[in-house]
C-alpha cells in the first residue's frame, strides 16, 4: 500500500504538466480536422483557409486574455508555423489527385531508392536520384524490355524531343556543379577564357 501511494504521490506531481500537453495536442487535432474535412466533395481552398484562419485567430485571443505562459507560446508557434507554410498549404484541395501530405511521395521515393539498390547494387542511390531526377519515376522495374518499347509507342516524337531536351538540361546542369564542386579551379578557369572571348568578341 506505501508503495501505491507513493507512485500515486510521483504521478499527482505531473498532473498539470499532462493536463497542458492534452490540452494543446487537442488544438492539433482540431486543425487536423479542419484540413481533413470528412464533407463531400470537399470544400475548396478558400473555404478550408478561412476555416484554420478563424480557428487559429480564435485561439490567440483566448489565450491571449490567460495567464497561462507556456500555452500562448506553443500557440504562437503553431500560428507561426502555419502562416509560414500557408501560401502552398491549400493548394492541394483544388487540384484533383494532389494529396493533402507528401506521405504517398516519400513512400514512392523509398521505392525508387529500393529499386536503384537492387539495380545497381549499392547502399547510396544519391547519386542517380539528383541526375536523373523525376525521370526515375517513369521507370517500372518489374516491366521487360517488349513491355517497355511498346509503352513508348504511345509517346509522340514531339514529347519525346521535349522531354529529352528536359533531361540534357538537368544533366547539364548537374554537370556543371559537379565540376564546380570537385574541380571548381579548371571551371573557374574555363569560365574566365570564355568571358575574355566574350568580351574581346562582343555580338553586334
Given at each position: 500500500m506505501q508503495?501505491?501511494?507513493?507512485?500515486?504521490?510521483?504521478?499527482?506531481?505531473?498532473?498539470?504538466?499532462?493536463?497542458?500537453?492534452?490540452?494543446?495536442?487537442?488544438?492539433?487535432?482540431?486543425?487536423?480536422?479542419?484540413l481533413?474535412?470528412?464533407?463531400?466533395?470537399?470544400?475548396?481552398?478558400?473555404?478550408?483557409?478561412?476555416?484554420?484562419?478563424?480557428?487559429?485567430?480564435?485561439?490567440?485571443?483566448?489565450?491571449?486574455?490567460?495567464?497561462?505562459?507556456?500555452?500562448?507560446?506553443?500557440?504562437?508557434?503553431?500560428?507561426?508555423?502555419?502562416?509560414?507554410?500557408?501560401?502552398?498549404?491549400?493548394?492541394?484541395?483544388?487540384?484533383?489527385?494532389?494529396?493533402?501530405?507528401?506521405?504517398?511521395?516519400?513512400?514512392?521515393?523509398?521505392?525508387?531508392?529500393?529499386?536503384?539498390?537492387?539495380?545497381?547494387?549499392?547502399?547510396?542511390?544519391?547519386?542517380?536520384?539528383?541526375?536523373?531526377?523525376a525521370?526515375?519515376?517513369?521507370?517500372?522495374q518489374?516491366?521487360?524490355?517488349?513491355?517497355?518499347?511498346?509503352?513508348?509507342?504511345?509517346?509522340?516524337?514531339?514529347?519525346?524531343?521535349?522531354?529529352?531536351?528536359?533531361?540534357?538540361?538537368?544533366?547539364?546542369?548537374?554537370?556543371?556543379?559537379?565540376?564546380?564542386?570537385?574541380?571548381?579551379?579548371?571551371?573557374?578557369?574555363?569560365?574566365?577564357?570564355?568571358?575574355?572571348?566574350?568580351?574581346?568578341?562582343?555580338?553586334?
Open positions: 508503495r501505491l501511494l507513493a507512485l500515486v504521490d510521483r504521478r499527482l506531481a505531473f498532473t498539470e504538466e499532462v493536463e497542458r500537453i492534452q490540452r494543446q495536442r487537442q488544438w492539433l487535432i482540431d486543425l487536423e480536422r479542419l481533413n474535412p470528412e464533407q463531400q466533395p470537399p470544400p475548396t481552398s478558400v473555404v478550408i483557409a478561412q476555416a484554420v484562419d478563424a480557428y487559429l485567430l480564435r485561439l490567440k485571443e483566448r489565450l491571449s486574455q490567460t495567464t497561462e505562459q507556456a500555452d500562448q507560446v506553443v500557440a504562437a508557434h503553431i500560428d507561426r508555423t502555419f502562416r509560414s507554410f500557408w501560401w502552398g498549404l491549400f493548394v492541394c484541395y483544388d487540384v484533383d489527385g494532389l494529396p493533402r501530405t507528401n506521405n504517398d511521395l516519400e513512400r514512392f521515393m523509398r521505392f525508387l531508392k529500393s529499386g536503384q539498390r537492387r539495380i545497381s547494387g549499392r547502399h547510396n542511390v544519391h547519386d542517380p536520384m539528383i541526375r536523373y531526377g525521370f526515375l519515376a517513369f521507370l517500372d518489374q516491366e521487360n524490355e517488349a513491355q517497355l518499347l511498346e509503352r513508348l509507342l504511345d509517346v509522340s516524337q514531339h514529347d519525346f524531343l521535349n522531354a529529352r531536351q528536359t533531361l540534357d538540361s538537368t544533366l547539364l546542369l548537374e554537370q556543371k556543379r559537379h565540376r564546380f564542386v570537385y574541380h571548381r579551379q579548371d571551371y573557374l578557369a574555363d569560365l574566365e577564357d570564355r568571358w575574355a572571348q566574350a568580351v574581346a568578341n562582343p555580338t553586334s
